[in-house]
């Protein structure tokens, strides 16, 4: 791999990038270790700006620190991964009752046709993970709460590191489309009991999917 070359400021969360998307593509399993020497190398950097890098994926939950051992990919208990979902489903049924009851009709329009995007994707796995998070991220933009955002933000990365993603089991993505159209069509009707009932019921039924 070509040596990165970035403006030192900007290096280690260039740095952070690389290695995120590796331990999202499972190229970094969980549990592994992670060899820093040998990353920068490959990266043709110091160790400063990859040990900064893994601090900002340490704070991310990504990568967890081991006094004398290095920097190891989080691996997702069960736990974890139900109070991931759990505070998901809080923050997330929030956000959308807000949005319910707050946004214009041009961004619900926005959100309808993000919706009706997912709908067509529906045989396409890749592009529905992809549609599926940029639905709830956008939902969440329009909520307008940036500590929210990042929160959820944060929670989202370590969701991903579980090995049994729920989208992943068979007949969850017709499942998931169809709490989406369930959840849009509360967020048309302006409902914001609904909408936040039928966000909670999603999460739920993620998680039953993914454990």
Known sequence: MNAL?????ALYQEVAELLRQRIFSRDLEPGSWI???????????????????LKVLAAEGLVTMKVRRGAYVTEVSDKDLTDVYHLLALLESDGAAVVAE????????ELRELHAELEAAVLQRDRFFVLNEQFHLRLLEIADNRWRQQMVSDLRKVMKLNRHNSLLKTGRINESLAEHRAVMQALLARNTALTRERMQQHFQNGLEAAT
């Open 102 to 109: 707050r946004a214009t009709d041009e961004q619900l329009a």
């Open 5 to 9: 070359s970035l403006a030192p400021r």
């Open 35 to 53: 060899d820093e020497l040998k990353i920068a190398e490959a990266y043709g950097i110091s160790r400063t700006p990859l040990r900064e890098a």
